[in-house]
């Protein structure tokens, strides 16, 4: 079996992990915008569009159709878009990586990206909540497995972790992982909140949805308070390339609850208790407007680019503390 | 959701399997980690362990996958076949006020008066009305079927996604139920709470009080919201949905007048006028056949509830639009006449027409007492129950009432008027009042009165 110190280093498996990072981004955001519209039953059939093979539906029909239509389809067809990159990265790994377990990794990505679709086809075809739900937290899981793989098979990892030529690995300890590995824990569990809040069945007894708002709420106070405690724990990581993702994640978890409590607003008003000022008290909810789009699915995506810098701190980590991962 | 999973039959244990290589191989890292194996060791173990891991992995993950996909498209069952829930709060209500302590309705009854509001009104997903036989009655026009059945079922769309259907559980179910009960699963988080249509009583209206809104009324409040609440405005929405959607209102609302009044001859009579009605109805066809009978029998009760009682109401309600007198010069703002009809209004306002009982001023209390809207004083006005006592109405909160909360009158001093901004909207809240709020239609003052009113409410925000 070849060492991990003798394969030449090819940036190929790198770059199509990227480009299908950025594709499962932008099907995230996608995703977010059916779910935000309730698009999701806009096309009745999978997986063909209105009886059309979904490649071969009219372009025009889509692109200056009804609007539901166009996210829907579009956010199959970059569904499509990205099951060609998983393709193209199980090829790329097997020739790039050989007697490494990262040809098996992009097997994983692949088969889960087929299960994703299968989820959103039976989600369309069964017209069930509970699978949409699942399809929903199966995305930025999966977004996150390929943000790992491209950490792994980036450069950084290969000349600091594989080669063990960066420095660094002392100022890290092990405390901060299990730290950060449970951020990373709990960013997912409050995206599976997030997911559940948002795919509420409308047999749900109105007993139940206050509890998961309060409990995503709770959560959310906990991860922002946390990952401001972990930057200024973190503070003395720098140069090891570590600290970049905990700087963004410090800000960006601040917009995020301040997302959060946009979204609460444009989706259910203002609190009553706020109704003497003029604002809150004349607030009009603009449902489904594109201003009320646009940020609620904003927050949605946000959590997953949470997820995505959490990754890359703990794969990074991981890769400095333990050595390399599947090689 | 992952526990409702499971219902959908997948073997648990297979996917447990399948993951477990994830645990084996972070136990080995722990073990690292934690110093019981050198981390040399352990990466050597792995290495020496990778081809046959690669080939589990890949086997059980692909197999894991594969599984739970096609247990999930073959086990799960689509949210289709559903029924509306019972007003199980009227009925306790109603049994409270009418019977012993340890009395309540016969089973049996609660099945039958199901199968007529089926027969009458259908389901969810396949919505009915009651129709008269006569093809020349005002009844047939107060909603099109069509219209109900866009607004109905789960959330579709069909002609290359130019038409929409399930509109009312897209836009509207979350907050006011699926029978229009005013408890969505959103409803708590909600204040005030989303309107619960069955009373049949709807607050900003150009009608007078008991008469029900005009379709105008309610394109309005759709199309435009109202601030401070959690009801949204649907600017884009296209005005055929619109139609679809106030047509299903009006069709929820009906529904519900017609089960209260159901429960109450019901409960009155012990059963009588169920006399006859078969126990089962569980087919559109029996449902529909069932219809015809009921609609065509003048004599029964069903028949006189329909349409001598529940009906009649909504087909009178475009004749009995208030009309609105021409302002006086004063009313405005910008009107040269303005502070001194708004003076008028000030005395008024502390005087006669006694607004100061409920809407507080600077420099004056209000004197009102504890009050809560209609759709709560509904059932809490039953024997037996204190507002202050939870353990008193428990038993309504689980037949699915929501927790009383108080009313809270509005602040004048904002320029925010929920049923609508314009002086003719002041006027029609004065004149007629707003339904199911204590805020009561203004007998005792003319129209003249009514203005200086207006006009004083205007001038507020402005101090």
């Known amino acids: ?327 | 959701m992952f526990v409702e999973s499971l219902k959908c039959g997948f073997n648990v244990a297979e996917v447990v399997k399948t993951f477990g290589i994830f645990v084996i191989d972070s136990k080995l890292l722990t073990s690292s980690a934690t110093g019981k194996l050198s981390h040399d060791k352990a990466l050597a173990m792995q290495s020496t362990k990778t081809m046959t891991f690669k080939k589990k992995l890949i086997r059980k993950f692909c197999a894991g996958l594969g599984m739970l996909s096609l247990l999930i498209a073959a086990g799960c069952r689509p949210s289709t076949g559903l029924e509306f829930p019972a007003n199980e709060v009227e009925l306790l209500k109603l049994q409270r006020h009418k019977y012993g302590p340890n009395e309540e309705l016969d089973s049996k009854y609660k099945d039958q008066v199901a199968g007529v509001m089926a027969a009458l009104f259908g389901t969810p997903d396949e919505p009915a009305f009651p129709f008269p036989a006569n093809d020349a009655s005002p009844f047939r026009a107060l909603v099109s079927l069509g219209n109900l059945n866009a607004s109905a079922g789960p959330v579709a769309s069909v002609k290359d996604g130019k038409e929409n259907l399930g509109l009312y559980r897209k836009h509207c179910a979350n907050c006011h139920g699926l029978a229009g009960d005013g408890a969505g699963p959103v409803a708590l988080t909600l204040n005030p709470y989303p309107r619960d249509f069955r009373l049949g009583k709807f607050k900003f209206k150009s009608t007078p009080l008991r008469v029900p809104p005009t379709d105008e009324d309610l394109v309005r409040v759709i199309r435009h919201g109202i601030p401070g609440t959690g009801m949204p405005a649907f600017p884009n929405m296209p005005p055929d949905e619109m139609e679809a959607i106030v047509d299903y209102v009006k069709y929820l609302a009906i529904r519900g007048e017609v089960e209260r009044r159901l429960w109450d001859e019901v409960t009155s009579l012990a059963g009588e006028p169920l006399a006859g009605i078969p126990g089962s109805l569980d087919t559109a066809q029996t449902r529909e056949a069932f219809r015809k009978v009921l609609v065509s029998d003048p004599t029964s009760p069903i028949s006189d509830i329909l349409f001598d009682d529940v009906l009649p109401r909504w087909v009178e309600r475009d004749a009995r639009v208030s009309a609105v007198p021409t302002a006086p010069a004063g009313v405005e703002p910008n009107d040269a006449e303005f502070n001194s009809l708004a003076g008028v209004g000030k005395e008024l306002f502390l005087g006669k027409a006694n607004c100061i009982q409920c809407h507080e001023l600077p420099g004056h209390s209000a004197t009102q007492a504890v009050n809560y809207d209609d759709w709560t004083n509904d059932w809490v006005k039953t024997p037996g129950i204190d507002v202050e006592d939870k353990r008193t109405f428990r038993e309504f909160l689980k037949a699915g009432a929501l927790p009383p909360r108080l009313l809270r009158p509005r602040n004048l001093t904002l320029p925010v008027y929920r049923g609508g901004d314009e002086s003719r909207d002041l006027y029609l809240r004065i004149k007629n009042g707003i339904e199911g709020t204590p805020m009561p239609s203004s007998v005792s003052l003319n129209d003249e009165e009514i203005w200086a009113l207006v006009a004083f409410v205007r001038s507020m925000p402005l101090k």
């Not at chain 1, 709990?186 to 206050?210: A, E, N």
């Not at chain 1, 979204?263 to 109704?275: I, Q």
């Open chain 1, 1 to 327: 079996m070849n060492q991990p110190n003798s394969l030449s280093f090819c940036r190929w498996p790198n770059r199509i992990a990227r480009w299908l990072a950025v594709v499962s981004y932008v099907l995230i955001f996608a995703g977010g915008l059916v779910t935000t519209t309730a698009a999701g039953m806009a096309v009745p059939d999978w997986p063909n569009t209105y009886g059309y093979n979904m490649f071969l539906y009219p372009f025009y029909d889509w692109f200056f159709g009804p609007w539901d239509l166009f996210v829907e389809h579009g956010h199959r067809l970059l569904g499509t878009l990205a099951g060609i990159f998983a393709i193209l990265l199980v090829i790329v790994t097997f020739r790039k990586f050989p007697g490494t377990r990262m040809p098996a990794f992009a097997i994983v990505l692949l088969a889960l990206v087929i299960f994703q679709g299968t989820l959103g086809g039976v989600r369309v075809l069964r017209d069930d909540r509970t699978i949409a739900n699942l399809h929903g937290v199966v995305g930025p899981a999966f977004f996150a497995l390929v943000v790992a793989f491209c950490v792994i098979s980036s450069r950084w990892y290969r000349r600091n972790v594989v080669e063990g030529s960066g420095a660094g690995a002392e100022q890290v300890g092990t405390g901060n992982l299990t730290w950060a590995q449970t951020l990373l824990g709990l960013s997912f569990v409050q995206l599976v909140l997030g997911s559940l809040l948002r795919h509420i069945d409308v047999m749900t007894s109105p007993r139940g949805f206050p509890h998961l708002v309060y409990t995503h709420i709770a959560v959310a106070v906990l991860l922002m308070l946390a990952t401001w405690w972990y930057w200024w724990r973190t503070r003395r990581m720098s140069g090891t390339g570590l600290r970049w993702p905990v700087n963004l994640l410090s800000i960006v978890i601040f917009v995020q609850v301040a997302l959060g409590l946009i979204t609460w607003v444009m989706k259910y008003g203002f609190p009553w208790w706020l109704d003497h000022y003029l604002v809150a008290a004349s607030f009009v909810i603009p449902d489904k407007t594109m201003q009320q789009t646009l940020l609620v699915t904003a927050h949605m995506a946000m959590g997953s680019a949470i997820l995505c810098f959490w990754t890359v701190h703990v794969v990074r980590m991981r890769g400095l503390l333990k050595g390399p991962a599947l090689q």
